[in-house]
């Protein structure tokens, strides 16, 4: 009885809970770590760490539920309850382990503080997110760099000597070589007095310009399959080049690239500067070609946001961002959610074009003028809506007939046929002189010339696109019109547009100018004033007809034609179509504005006398402000980041006045794989003033950026002050403080000398007011800046510490200029489109960018490199091989290679060759003896005489192989393209 009552007794006892650390985490060790422990995290899932497993961090629904084990979805994977996961995938969990794990949640999932295998890591605890120290003894650079230097036992090499000194600073802040006038004039004036003037010259933003364009990825084409033009791109490059050289205060530039056009309204620059958000590459076929509505357009539309985001926060605030949207960034703060609500900073954003007025006076009273034209636009439509609706379908059925949908075609296009007609070859000057010419088998009588112009929809141009602006009409019996020219078209001297009405899609039709008629086998149209297409230039006709008599038939039709030049794009552009018979039909203008006349009176039939008299006035007030406006200069254009309202494909989020896209976190990054919808932010874990920034500026769209741009300028930001003097820092030395100058983060590296950088970013911050100027003049003053590059027994190998100056290789444009400048052939000319070295083939589909058809004495590409146009897909072969930036990627630092290949094109390269011989020309009529003009020659290139031996050599070589080939051999030493 005992012994039965000992067990009635044990078996009433509950047994004891479950362990954790004794009997749970052991099967985690042995099943789970390796795949969501320390080491890796699938599904951003870890089980080392109690906060994560249980709730299933920020991005997960949790995968325990304290008491419910069956609805745990951790229970449900291991237990085989859920069919599509099983886990782990290998080894599979015994009976007795998972019946441990489903006493152990409905138990209450009981996991003690303080006994994680791993620790939560406070991502926060880096250099780079800590605010900015300020609590420095040391009063200038040089006592940071001389304090690690004695604690690392190194010394300071001295001073370079005056002639080295001038040479680096002319280098380093302008990008050109001194003259021997200018070496000899500074060095006997202060070294301040030389800093302070280059700092003044207008070439110092042109040097400082190409850094900056590195970094945000500039280029003038597209990228991607086509790679087109993109040739309203120089006015933001022009803005930097400006905004240095005016020495504009870091913060306003900053704010000026991300929501200049709200946070500076009226000014030039405040629209100029958001070429920034638009300066990289950009997918026309995603965007132009493909709707929003289908995947791939959902997926080019996301990654040109991706890269506004990463271009905006890798350039102010060196952090790498990009990686968050696929899971959270797994070394900094960054969360998905942080990512993507980026994203929505710029959701009604695209690339397009942006008009702008030269000067901020006109921006004013252009912005004043199109605000009162809007509210009387929205005035008149909100008068006119109800009428409409009250005229119903008769109304609708005239603006059908306008637009021409009632048309046979069911279109606005009046193209019956895509036979458009012929289309010369497009040139960037307007006064180029272009011909076409019909031959008509045989001299004939002539009475009457029809010409027919084109219509295309290219850049909305439509109906008269390419009838050129100024030509004449000529027939001979020779075909190449040098002898026996009779005039058919006297006046065309006059300008066309000016003379008469856009020719839209009317026919142009003249008699002869004699009173005799006209005679010859070929009759010749010649433009010499071509029409616009989209900043260049072409001449393009439909059809040319040539009459004897009035009534008589086209004497034209179906005969041979040659030209100057013809885009060969069949069945669209081609020479024969000229005479195909085929021609554009569409209604005239008359008809046009008679069937507009007749919907008004239709519309306002439906109005009392109050709203007519109302509306009457409106439409005055309206013409009086469109002619307001048209007094204005002509605005430019920019490639910027704006609200988009163009049509087709591509149309952006201006349709719906601006309204930003809906921004959804991306699970794994997948488009298909919509989530949570996100609103602006900035990164959460550093976000401080965004929120308020965001409440101040407002309604509308651009009130997102206009937050963006003050969070990452606020004095409180620690990144983006550290960042820029880095930046800066950076291209004086050759290495940054941090040497991973676009990554702060813990995939970066850490400052050599953290004391220093942070000084540097509280003097450029509160002490020079963000003044970029004055930065260089702190750097370029410091004897760490004046030291020779001549290494000591006791320098540390990598000159991380900074015991001496690094002589450096000259960048691919400071090359470059260099040689234009030394021949004497570089031309100063600032801003405006950029040069092009090279000629387009096949420009209507996918242009081929032929560098080796451009002529190296061509003057207008004698200009300085900041100047050339920029291609994304076929590089200058030149200057890649001289290590220039790839305008696809964001480059905050240059390789400096050494290779045969250089060598190879220094030597060969077409514009060093011509270069050389102006450069022996200039010297020739400089100096009268050859040993004179050799060390000239020398000097210009080196900023110092040539050493006895060094001209006996060179002398000796030129008596032998001529002053150009000497000329030649003194633009490859080593010592031309690099500096001390």
């Known amino acids: 009885m005992r012994f039965l009552a000992l067990i009635v007794i044990s078996a009433a006892v509950p047994a004891s809970a479950v362990d954790f650390v004794r009997e749970v985490r052991p099967i985690f060790e042995k099943h789970c770590y390796e795949c969501h422990g320390s080491k890796k995290q699938k599904n951003d899932y870890r089980l080392d760490i109690r906060s994560v497993a249980l709730t299933g961090g920020e991005e997960h629904a949790p995968n325990i539920i304290p008491g419910k084990s069956a609805e745990s979805p951790l229970f449900q994977f291991v237990s085989g309850m859920d069919e599509k996961t099983t886990m782990p995938p290998k080894e599979k969990l015994s009976s007795a382990e998972i019946d441990l794990l489903k006493r152990w949640i409905d138990e209450g999932a009981v996991w003690p503080e303080g006994v994680d295998v791993a ?38 090499a001295p001073e370079a000597d005056a002639r080295t000194l001038i040479r680096r600073l002319y280098f380093d802040l302008t990008g050109l070589p001194p003259s021997p ?70 913060t306003r530039f900053i704010e000026e690239q991300i929501a200049g056009d709200a946070l500076y309204p009226g000014t030039t620059d405040g629209i100029t500067a958001l070429g920034f958000i638009s300066a990289g590459p950009w997918d026309l076929i995603g965007h132009a070609e493909v709707p929003e509505t289908k995947l791939d357009g959902k997926i080019a539309r996301h990654l040109d946001r991706d890269d506004m985001v990463q271009n905006t926060l890798g350039t102010f605030c060196s ?38 007025y030269p000067d901020d006076d006109s921006m004013r009273r252009y912005m004043a003028l199109d605000g009162r034209r809007q509210k009387i636009v929205a005035d008149i439509k909100a008068l006119e809506e109800p009428l409409k609706q009250k005229a119903g379908e008769a109304y609708t059925a005239l603006s059908k007939r306008i637009d021409g949908a009632a048309d046979k075609a069911s279109s606005a296009n009046p193209n019956a046929k895509p036979d458009f007609g012929y289309h010369s070859a497009i040139v960037k000057e307007q006064n180029t002189v272009k011909w076409v010419q019909v031959d008509l088998g045989s001299s004939m009588e002539i009475q009457r010339i029809v010409l027919k112009p084109c219509y295309d929809d290219f850049g909305g141009i439509g109906a008269g696109f390419g009838f050129p602006v100024r030509f004449k009409i000529e027939a001979s019996d020779d075909p190449e019109f040098k002898t026996g020219v009779t005039l058919i078209w006297r006046r065309h001297d006059a300008t066309f547009m000016n003379d008469f009405k856009n020719p839209g899609l009317t026919p142009f039709e003249t008699g002869t100018a004699e009173d005799d008629g006209a005679k010859g086998r070929y009759v010749r149209v010649t433009a010499v004033k071509l029409a616009e297409r989209k900043d260049d230039y072409i001449f393009a006709l439909s059809e040319m007809e040539v009459y004897a008599a009035k009534n008589g038939p086209n004497l034209a039709a179906g005969k041979q034609v ?18 195909d018979g085929i021609a554009p039909q569409a209604r005239t203008l008359e008809d046009k504005q008679r069937l507009i006349r007749e919907r008004d009176v239709l519309m306002l039939a439906q109005a009392d006398a109050a709203t007519r008299q109302q509306l009457q ?19 430019g254009k920019v490639y910027a980041g704006a609200i988009h309202t163009g049509t087709g494909a591509f149309k952006g989020t201006g349709g719906e006045s601006g309204k930003p896209r809906v921004i959804q976190v991306l699970k794994r990054g997948d488009i298909k794989q919509p989530a949570k919808e996100v609103g602006p932010q900035s990164i959460a874990a550093l976000s401080g003033a965004f929120h308020d920034a965001y ?43 941090v040497d991973t100058a676009n990554d702060f983060g813990r995939m970066g590296g850490r400052p050599s000398h953290p004391e220093l950088l942070d000084w540097l970013a509280v003097t450029f911050r509160d002490d020079l007011g ?31 510490f900074l015991s001496h100056q690094n002589r450096r290789k000259l960048d691919a444009e400071s090359i470059r200029d260099s040689i234009l400048s030394v021949s004497g052939k570089l031309d100063l000319t600032m801003g405006g489109p950029s040069f092009q070295d090279f000629i387009i083939e096949k420009p209507q589909h996918s242009p081929h960018y032929e560098y080796q058809l451009h002529d190296p004495e061509d003057p207008k590409s004698w200009r300085r490199s900041i100047y050339r146009f920029i291609v994304r897909s076929q590089q200058q072969p030149f200057m890649t091989t001289l290590d220039c930036a790839d305008p696809s990627m964001r480059v905050e630092k240059r390789n400096e290679s050494l290779s045969p290949l250089q060598a190879l094109a220094m030597m060969n390269n077409g514009l060093v060759v011509v270069m050389a011989r102006h450069l022996a020309e200039r010297v020739a009529k400089e100096r009268n003896e050859m040993a004179a003009q050799v060390e000239r020659a020398f000097v210009l290139a080196l900023s110092r005489s040539p050493a006895a031996d060094e001209l006996a050599q060179l002398l000796e070589y030129s008596r032998r192989e001529g002053l150009e080939n000497t000329c030649r051999v003194i633009l490859n030493l080593n010592e031309f393209s690099f500096v001390d």
Request: proline share 4%.
């Open 770 to 800: 963000g003044s970029l100027k004055k930065l260089h003049k702190l750097i370029v003053m410091s004897a760490t800046y004046r030291q020779s590059s001549d290494k000591s027994e006791s320098a540390d190998a990598n000159n991380v």
């Open 181 to 250: 006038e200018e070496v000899t004039r500074y060095e006997t004036l202060p070294y301040e007095k030389l800093v302070d003037d280059l700092l003044a010259s207008p070439r110092y933003g042109e040097r400082w310009a190409r850094h900056w364009l590195d970094l945000v990825h500039y280029g003038e084409t597209h990228g991607y399959d086509k790679d087109k033009p993109r040739l309203n791109a120089w006015p933001y490059r022009d803005y930097v080049i400006r905004a240095l050289n005016s020495d504009k205060p870091y």
């Open 319 to 356: 952090l790498t961002v990009g990686c968050a949207q696929c899971h959270n960034h797994k070394f900094d703060p960054i969360t998905q959610e942080d990512y993507y609500s980026l994203q929505a900073v710029f959701a009604a954003i695209d690339r397009t074009e942006v008009n702008y």
């Open 617 to 635: 006035e409106l439409r005055k007030e309206r013409s009086t402000v469109d002619a307001e406006i048209a007094k204005l200069p002509k605005p």
């Open 562 to 579: 040659t030209a100057l030049d013809s885009i060969e794009a069949a069945p669209r552009w081609r020479k024969v179509n000229l005479t």
């Open 695 to 737: 409440q101040m500026a407002g309604e509308g769209e651009s009130a997102r950026r206009a937050a963006l741009a003050r969070w990452i300028s606020s004095k409180n930001n620690a990144l983006t002050w550290r960042s820029i003097v880095n930046r800066v820092w950076q291209h004086h030395f050759g290495r940054g403080l």
């Open 119 to 156: 620790q939560v890591e406070n991502r926060l605890d880096w250099w780079s997110f800590k605010p900015l120290t300020t609590n420095h003894s040391p009063a200038c650079i040089d006592d940071f760099i001389r304090a690690k230097l004695d604690e690392h036992g190194f010394k300071q």
